[in-house]
């Protein structure tokens, strides 16, 4: 049976001794270790837990279990603390640690936090082993120099593992999408993939978001992504509506590695990859003294903008193709033959709201069923239907905006009810009456509070 390889950090051998020993005679395979290096070199190797002193050598223990963390995000770290501090004390170390053991160590009670920790280890690397398996590779589609060219950049960038990137492009280009694929092509596939969008709330209420927050009379603490993903990648959408005030706490997550939580006291670890994306023109945001120019110029280091469908038509037929055979076998119909539309139809039409615009219309197609006689998807059809009309009856009509004007979050929470009420919950129909994906119906949903 395998033995459990356990490393037993600390500068003091006499305090280091008995508990190697302990572990020893209870069949563990120890090493040990009395400075930083020497328990980096043992971590390098394959661990399945680590005791890590908070003087080791000298060092920070904080620091050193950071470092831990980044070489082995899976392993779990037991931090040995000196006996006149309280272990319920908060500090950077105990926030870093699995579990603090107070010294002299009571030997009587190894057995049981190296159960814990062991355990939890081996669970961490079976759940990456999972995400891993299960999810699915993220599919940038499309042959066109332009998209050759975005490709080429993710396969790129994939290996710079912890340089943030700025995706750029106009609404429904795929900017998620890429952010998706920059993760799945690198070593952080396996890891959280968690995605924040910056609303335009007030500054304290996104900082909880972003950041997470202590526990407080209030409840308890609460995670943010820099705390769900630390070793993943953190997503965050439309970056040009960050609070100013939280732009300079961005930038110290992406130079630093460490944030602080809301209410905190101090800094937290975290070794999350920061992808940033905008669908306006950063430069001129930076220029016009909106934007602060340190983070934007950090974020651009390592840049993908993406295309509008109207300047690589070339990819709609891989595209329509595409979304009708995924769509047809989501709703149960036929898969089309082909799909088919007039030539000037197709070139002539703007796509103003791209990709995700040509998606939309082909779910429509599909879920209504505009089949011809020989099989074939008929994309003309669903391109002259008005498919953004309001009143009914095929006549396409524009909202009035009353004298008094109205709160546009109340207007779009009063649709996505109206659509799941229409059709009995169903996100994928709700979405499409409001030409929007199932991934911003199901975001909406979340934002608004509402049950579909």
């Not at 057995?111 to 995400?131: K, N, W």
């Not at 599909?366 to 099989?375: I, N, R, W």
């Not at 109205?406 to 649709?415: C, H, M, P, S, T």
Request: overall charge neutral; aromatic content about 6%; proline content about 5%.
């Amino acid at each position: 049976m395998y033995s459990r390889r356990v490393l037993v950090a600390d500068s003091d051998a006499l305090a280091r001794w008995p508990v190697a020993e302990r572990l020893r005679s209870s069949g563990f395979a120890v090493v040990e270790a009395r400075t930083a290096a020497d328990a980096l070199a043992h971590v390098v190797q394959g661990l399945d837990l680590a005791f890590i002193d908070e003087t080791l050598a000298e060092s920070d223990g904080h620091r050193v279990l950071s470092n831990v963390s980044r070489v082995d995000p899976d392993l779990t770290c037991v931090a040995f603390i000196r006996d006149d501090r309280s272990v319920a004390q908060p500090d950077p170390l105990r926030a870093s640690a699995f579990e603090v053991m107070a010294k002299p160590v009571a030997l009587d009670a190894l057995g049981a936090v190296v159960a814990r920790g062991v355990e939890v280890t081996r669970l961490r690397r079976e759940l990456r082993a999972i995400r891993h398996a299960v999810r699915p590779p993220a599919a940038i589609l499309g042959d066109s120099p332009a998209m050759q060219r975005v490709r080429a950049l993710i396969e790129r960038y994939a290996t710079s593992a912890g340089s943030p990137v700025l995706v750029t492009g106009e609404a429904g280009t795929g900017k998620r999408l890429v952010a998706r694929a920059l993760h799945d092509a690198g070593v952080r596939a396996a890891s959280p993939l968690l995605s924040i969008a910056c609303t335009g709330t007030s500054a304290a209420a996104f900082e909880r978001e972003l950041f997470g927050a202590e526990s407080a009379p209030s409840g308890p603490r609460t995670v943010g992504p820099f705390d769900a993903a630390s070793d993943g990648t953190v997503v965050v959408t439309n970056v040009e509506r960050l609070p100013a005030a939280l732009q300079i706490r961005l930038l110290q997550v992406i130079e630093a590695r460490t944030f602080r939580r809301a209410g905190g006291a101090f800094d937290v670890s975290t070794d999350a990859r920061v992808v940033a994306t905008s669908s306006i023109d950063l430069d001129e945001r930076v220029r016009a003294g909106d934007f602060r120019g340190d983070l934007f110029y950090r974020l651009s280091a390592l840049r993908v903008d993406l295309p509008p469908l109207r300047a690589r038509r070339e990819d709609v037929p891989t595209l329509t193709q595409t979304f009708a055979e995924e769509f047809a076998r989501e709703w149960g119909r036929p898969a089309p033959v082909a799909v088919r539309t007039d030539g000037d139809t197709l070139n002539d039409y703007a796509w103003a709201g791209n990709v995700r615009e040509l998606r939309n219309v082909i779910e429509r197609a599909v879920l209504l069923g505009e089949y011809q006689t020989d099989g074939c998807l008929d994309l003309g059809a669903a391109l002259a239907r008005p498919h953004n009309s309001v009143t009914g009856g095929g006549r396409s009509a524009a909202f009035a905006l009353p004298a008094g004007g109205v709160d546009l979050e109340d207007v779009e929470r009063g649709f996505v009810a109206q659509a799941l009420a229409r059709t009995g919950g169903n996100q994928t129909k709700a979405a499409a009456l409001l030409s929007i994906h199932r991934d911003q119906i199901r975001y909406r949903i979340e934002k608004f509070g509402l049950k579909s």
